[in-house]
C-alpha cells in the first residue's frame, strides 16, 4: 500500500509558463510534506516544505500548496525554467522522524 | 561546506557475496538514514539512526541486511548473501535532528549483483 502517490510520471512544459506538480497521500498522521529535486547521477536535494498546520508556503519562484481535508499537496513553478528539468519527489513524514517518498514526476521544461 | 559522503559510488558483486556500503553524513547531523532506490520508483526506507541507536529499522527487508553507527557519524550498511534483486542505488542521508528538518542526501551508492 503506497502512502504517497505521484500519479503522473511525466510533465513537459514551456520555458516561462507554470509547471504544476501532484501528490496524494493516505496516511492522516503525516504532518510534514516536503519537495526534494533530484538530478540524473545526484541524490535528492530539498526543495521546499509546508507543516500541515499550514496551507500553503512560496519561496522564490517555488509554492507549495496542501489540502489536508483532500489529502493533497501540489508544487507549484512559475515562471518555469529549462534548469528546473528534474525529477521532483514528493516526501510525508510523521513526527517519528522517517520519510515516506513518492515514485517522482519527471519534469522536462521546453525552452 | 562537505556534504553526505558515500562509498564506494559503484559496486558490482556476484549473488551470495558479502558487502559493505558506507556513509559519511555532514559534521554534527545526528540523524542518519538509508534507503534503497530502484529504477522508476522513489527512494524507499531502510533504517534509521538517532545517534547510535537504531530508531527505527522498520525498512530493513530482512535479515541478511544490517546497518551499524558504532560513534554516531559514520554508517554502515551490510549486506549478506546478496541476491539479484537487491541491485539498486542505494542512498544515505542525515539531518541535524531537530524537528522537521529536511534531509541531505548523499550521491548514492550503486550496487549491482550478477
Known amino acids: 500500500d503506497q502512502q504517497v502517490k505521484q500519479n503522473s510520471p511525466s510533465l513537459s512544459v514551456q520555458e516561462g509558463r507554470i509547471s504544476i506538480l501532484n501528490c496524494d497521500y493516505t496516511n492522516s498522521m503525516f504532518d510534514y510534506f516536503l519537495w526534494y529535486k533530484k538530478y540524473p547521477a545526484e541524490g535528492p536535494t530539498f526543495l521546499i516544505s509546508i507543516s500541515s498546520i499550514k496551507d500553503k508556503n512560496e519561496d522564490g519562484r517555488f509554492t507549495v500548496f496542501l489540502n489536508k481535508s483532500a489529502k493533497h499537496l501540489s508544487l507549484h513553478i512559475v515562471p518555469s525554467q529549462p534548469g528546473d528539468s528534474a525529477v521532483y519527489f514528493c516526501a510525508a513524514r510523521t513526527n517519528a522522524g522517517k520519510s515516506t517518498f513518492g515514485d517522482g514526476t519527471t519534469l522536462t521544461v521546453k525552452p | 561546506g562537505a556534504g553526505v559522503s558515500q562509498t564506494p559510488s559503484n559496486k558490482v558483486t556476484e549473488k551470495g557475496k558479502y558487502v559493505e556500503l558506507r556513509c559519511d553524513p555532514i559534521s554534527g547531523h545526528t540523524a542518519l538514514y538509508w534507503y534503497r532506490q530502484s529504477l522508476g520508483q522513489g527512494p524507499e526506507f531502510l533504517i534509521y539512526?538517532?545517534?547510535?541507536?537504531?530508531?527505527?529499522d522498520s525498512g530493513l527487508p530482512n535479515d541478511r541486511f544490517f546497518a551499524v553507527r558504532p560513534e554516531g557519524s559514520v554508517s554502515t550498511l551490510k549486506i549478506q548473501r546478496t541476491e539479484r534483486g537487491d541491485s539498486a542505488v542505494y542512498l544515505c542521508?542525515?539531518?541535524?535532528?531537530?524537528?522537521?528538518?529536511?534531509?541531505?542526501f548523499g550521491n548514492g551508492t550503486r550496487l549491482t549483483v550478477t
Open positions: 539512526f538517532q545517534g547510535t541507536g537504531a530508531a527505527d
Open positions: 542521508a542525515s539531518s541535524p535532528g531537530t524537528v522537521n528538518s529536511p534531509l541531505h
